[in-house]
């Protein structure tokens, strides 16, 4: 078993990866009477398109299938998963993402049999007809559930203005048709293409041994049987530089209308390269646009945002963007207001002395973060799965300069990958 010690941050994490390709990772944390563990596999929303393992001919699934095998986990021949780890005083739950599915359990007692639990269920796939066809309903409900969420239509409507053809635009849970159009057959291809070991990430944080979990793991591992690990071949379409579309509008019963808008960016760094890019833009952005600068402290007293405005920086496999906006009663004003900072380019609305405070800030939350074993266990997996380590993340943000933000803002934000999303009040409303 492999240890990787940071100094720095005082924390010692256990590793390895076991033969079938499964990656273990288990961090002791004193003092905490509780374990978190997560069982991730780098599969989610917009791998919708690829070679099935033992295949020759790329196939395309229906919309929302990783959602959907996410929900059909927890059934078994027994019945309902959630019931065992109850039974074993745990509390699990699962979410998926775009390019991520996560299974996870927290409990202060059991953790042997709840960790055994979480690995036989996730790689022990039950579907019948009748169970999936039932479940259609279900996933139909929590879809129309959204319809009336301004913030998540403006959302995914200003991905649908950055994104020609990218599945980014997509709803992580599919649309209504594409559901009912997902087979039994289907989601044991998306299972055995997706869910082998080698494609996966165990994580173990808070009040666990070791020497004793890695052995129960190994063993529990070396009782099941796995194909050899196949090559993923995700086949992703080719995505122009340029937005989709400059501006959507969508009319709703809402009290005050909402602006976002977006950049989308096409970038191809990996490893450390990326982690420093994504804190660099992180940090960018904070000094631009965040809470205490003038451009929000004037946005503010002018009424034109309130506490809902934000801006965030998202990285991920395939696709990048950023996004700033919040509600606010001159939809247009707002989103002039932004493009013209970030497209300006005045270096007086870079103000270095806020960077140094920012970047201080910024360093202190991510160790404080350190004490929160949800985000230790699901941050550093998905590091993981960029080639990235997460602990590297304090001594990162001390290194990069204003010189280096102030470079890439320089790189970023022209116009053409500019979209828009307005969500506003119904006529005569």
Known sequence: MNTLEKSTIDEKLYYEVLDNGLQVYILPKKGFHKTFATFTT?????????????????????????HFLEHKMFEDEEG??????????????????????????SSTAQTEKNISTLLDFVQHPYFTEDSVEKEKGIIEQEIRMYEDQADWLAFFQLLGGMYHEHPAKIDIAGTVESIYDITKEDLYTCYETFYHPSNMALFIAGDAEPEALMALIKENQAGKEFPPAPELKRILPEEPAEAASDKKVLEMSVNTPKVLVGYKVLQERTGEDLMRYELAMDLLMDTLIGPGTTFYESLYEEGL?????????????????????????????????????????????????MFERIKRRNIGTFLRQLNSLEFMASQYTSYAFAGMDMFDTAAML???????????WNQHFHG?????????KKKNE
């Open 42 to 66: 780098n599969y989610g929303s917009i791998d919708n398109h690829f070679t099935p393992i033992g295949g020759s001919e790329p196939v395309k699934v229906p919309d929302g299938i990783a």
């Open 305 to 353: 945002i309130d506490d809902s405005f934000s801006g965030e920086f998202q990285v991920d496999r395939s696709f990048t963007f950023f996004v700033a906006g919040g509600d606010t009663a001159q939809p247009d004003e707002l989103q002039n207001r932004i493009t013209s900072l970030l497209e300006t380019k005045d270096p007086a609305a870079f103000d270095s002395e």
């Open 80 to 105: 309902d998963v959630f019931q065992t780890f109850g039974k074993q005083g745990a509390s699990s739950n699962a979410f998926t993402s775009f390019t991520k599915t996560a299974y996870l359990f």
């Open 398 to 408: 001390e290194s990069i300069t204003a010189e280096e933000c102030l470079e890439l």
């Open 416 to 424: 053409p990958e500019r979209s828009v999303s307005q969500v506003v």
